[in-house]
């Protein structure tokens, strides 16, 4: 529930700017739908629901987007010359740090509509689940390796020429070459969402059988995202911190192979995306 908010925030704010402003005022609504696919709430629950996403935007908006427009300061400036990935795992710090905070409330406003969900909504949520990952299996397992690594370069491409503009020949051609040399594969990948997956749902499982109180449901779903990003493993700890640490060297490898003009539509959008965000402040 709190990693289905968590993302439509994220792919809110990922898109065009003038997305940005309309998508923030409709997320407590766009965030029930997501829920609701995936657990069924009765009515008293959807009523739950409905009001702890109120409250936690309310809490975004007023405690939050300050925070996201001074980050975006901090981060324009680099935007302008070469970059290190020191540099740019600093701005994923920072990053990460809001997503804590985020979190944090998160949880506390989500706990009451966890300690709600019954079995149907569990069993539920499980064979939503099973679906959404035949999805992806067909989507990221199908086909050889040239192909498998075909659809993720069409998909890093996408995501890249949102902020640069359109790559030269030797920008696309080194993208290829990290994602070939990146330890990621779809087997890994598909092994760390049922992974995160069934830590949920065992949380929730424990939340709605054990009669919790408030606080210990909230501290339940706290490990939950701490375990998503930390995970116990030490074998899967290693993978994800070289992961985060391989997407900070190819950001700052790509960056410095930016024109003057593709830096100038990065420094364009980042501007755009403060602005949004300081209209959303006001009043």
């Not at 809001?98 to 064979?127: F, I, K, N, W, Y």
């Not at 959404?132 to 192909?147: V, Y």
Request: proline share 4%; charged share 25%.
């Amino acid at each position: 529930m709190i990693r289905r908010t968590l993302l439509v925030f994220c792919l809110v704010l990922l898109q065009g700017c003038s997305t940005i402003k309309l998508g923030y005022q409709q997320l407590p609504t766009l965030s029930y739908w997501w829920l609701d696919s995936t657990v069924s709430f009765s009515g008293a629950q959807s009523k739950g629901a409905k009001e702890a996403l109120d409250q936690l935007h309310q809490w975004h908006r007023r405690e939050e987007l300050p925070a996201y427009a001074e980050l975006l300061q901090r981060a324009l400036p680099l935007t302008a010359g070469p970059v290190q990935s020191e540099q740019v795992c600093g701005v994923w710090a920072d990053v990460q740090t809001r997503l804590d905070t985020l979190m944090r409330e998160a949880v506390v406003q989500v706990a009451p509509v966890a300690m709600a969900l019954g079995p149907r909504q569990l069993s539920h949520m499980a064979r939503h689940w099973e679906r959404q990952n035949e999805e992806w299996e067909q989507e990221w397992l199908q086909g050889n390796t040239s192909e498998r690594l075909q659809r993720r370069l069409d998909k890093t491409l996408e995501r890249y020429r949102s902020f640069y503009g359109e790559l030269n020949p030797a920008q696309e051609g080194l993208i290829k070459t990290q994602l070939a040399q990146s330890p990621w594969t779809a087997e890994w990948g598909r092994q760390d969402r049922q992974r995160r997956q069934q830590d949920l749902l065992s949380a929730l499982q424990r939340i709605s059988q054990d009669g919790m109180t408030r606080a210990q449901a909230q501290a339940q779903l706290w490990g939950v995202w701490q375990r998503w990003l930390l995970p116990p493993d030490a074998g899967q700890r290693t993978m994800m911190q070289s992961l985060s640490q391989r997407a900070c060297d190819n950001l700052a490898q790509l960056h410095n192979t930016a024109t003057p003009e593709q830096r100038q539509q990065v420094a364009r959008r980042l501007r755009a995306y403060d602005r949004d965000i300081r209209d959303l402040i006001k009043p």
